[in-house]
C-alpha cells in the first residue's frame, strides 16, 4: 500500500521561498504521474503543478515562473520548488501519485503554506 508523507510547510514572507517534499512508501512502479494541489479557504481545491511519467509538466498560471516540480525516483519523492511566493499562494497544499500501472491515486495529509507579513 502506497504512503505519502508530507513536509516543508510553514510560515514564509511575501518573496520568500519553501520547498515542499513528499515521501512515498510502499508499492512504487517506475512510471507515476505525480501533481500538487493546494486548497484555500472558502475555494476549491485547484492544480498547481503536474508531471507525467511521460516527463510533460503543467503549471496553473498563477504560479507559472515560480514554481518548479520535480522528482527523484530513487528516494521515492516528489518536491515543489516555491519562490517568490506571495500571499495569495497560501492554502493547504497536497501531493499527489497516480501509479500508471494500476491506475490509483494516493494522496499526502497536506501541509499548510502561509505566505505573510
Known amino acids: 500500500q502506497v504512503q505519502l508523507v508530507e513536509s516543508g510547510g510553514g510560515l514564509v514572507q511575501p518573496g520568500g521561498s519553501l520547498r515542499l517534499s513528499c515521501a512515498a512508501s510502499?508499492?512504487?512502479?517506475?512510471?507515476?504521474?505525480m501533481g500538487w494541489y493546494r486548497q484555500a479557504p472558502g475555494k476549491q481545491r485547484e492544480l498547481v503543478a503536474d508531471?507525467?511519467?511521460?516527463?510533460?509538466?503543467n503549471y496553473a498560471d498563477s504560479v507559472k515562473g515560480r514554481f518548479t516540480i520535480s522528482r527523484d525516483n530513487a528516494k521515492n519523492t516528489v518536491y515543489l520548488q516555491m519562490n517568490s511566493l506571495k500571499p495569495e499562494d497560501t492554502a493547504v497544499y497536497y501531493c499527489?501519485?497516480?501509479?500508471?500501472?494500476?491506475?490509483?491515486?494516493?494522496w499526502g495529509q497536506g501541509t499548510q503554506v502561509t505566505v505573510s507579513s
Open positions: 508531471s507525467t511519467s511521460g516527463g510533460s509538466t
Open positions: 510502499g508499492s512504487i512502479f517506475r512510471f507515476y504521474d
Open positions: 499527489n501519485i497516480r501509479l500508471a500501472a494500476t491506475k490509483r491515486d494516493y
